[in-house]
């Protein structure tokens, strides 16, 4: 198993542009979010869904939407960026149910916004 | 989900077990305590979880208090490779949102 993994690893981009961070899990969970982590603070959860076609709104969620158009994807896009939005991006995955639904955490995405 | 309070830094001698405490005295009865750490730059690594008992892994064990109001992660031989950010989470087990806190920074010294 390749577990959850994100591409790209580093990315930056101007003011206004858009872009897609890809994340792919192949565990066959359920479960998937999108995280933000500023530098020296804990993370903050974006989006997430708890199964294809299904999304919904985490605790900063604005400037970015999310799409689950099948169980292993769930890309991030930022429609126009700002320098608000430079952050590690992490995202992760987990099972619906049973008495422990543990989060697996892919490696990141370093964004830069100028 | 309850709030937590953790301290934001302690060091730890290498060998010796490091003792990671968490204060959640707002806990209902139906949440969990959930510990993950991340290591520099990593994503978050999940260690342990539990609910009322004690529980142990091969990673660690989570100590949680009778009144449940607090718990304590204990690192039996703490590593050079333990140093990390360690993250005391409670949380309903349904759904998968985390609440992250700013955790406590674990330096395990030589």
């Known amino acids: 198993n390749a577990g959850v993994t994100q591409t790209p690893k580093f990315q930056v981009l101007k003011t206004g542009q858009s872009m897609t961070l890809q994340c792919a899990q192949d565990m066959n969970h359920e479960y998937m979010s999108w995280y933000r982590q500023d530098p020296g603070m804990g993370l903050r959860l974006i989006h997430y869904?708890?199964?294809?076609?299904?999304?919904d709104q985490g605790e900063v969620p604005n400037g970015y939407n999310v799409s689950r158009s099948t169980t292993e994807d769930f890309p991030l896009r930022l429609l126009s960026a700002a320098p608000s939005q430079t952050s590690v991006y992490f995202c992760a995955s987990s099972y619906a149910g049973g008495l422990s639904n543990e989060q697996f955490f892919g490696p990141g995405t370093r964004l830069t916004v100028l | 989900d309850a709030k937590t309070t953790q301290p934001p830094s302690m060091d730890c001698a290498e060998g010796r077990a490091a003792n990671l405490p968490c204060n959640h005295s707002t806990i209902s009865g139906n949440e969990y305590v959930y510990w993950y750490r991340q290591i520099h730059s990593q994503g978050p690594q999940y260690i342990i979880h539990?609910?009322?008992n004690n529980e142990t892994n091969e990673m660690a064990s989570l100590i949680i208090t009778e009144d449940r109001k607090s718990s304590t992660l204990i690192l039996p031989h703490a590593t050079l490779r333990d140093t990390a950010v360690y993250y005391c989470?409670?949380?309903?087990?349904?759904?998968?949102?985390?609440?992250f806190g700013g955790g406590t920074r674990l330096m395990v010294k030589p």
């Open positions: 989470i409670v949380k309903h087990n349904a759904g998968n949102m985390l609440t």
């Open positions: 539990g609910l009322k």
């Open positions: 869904s708890v199964g294809a076609g299904i999304t």
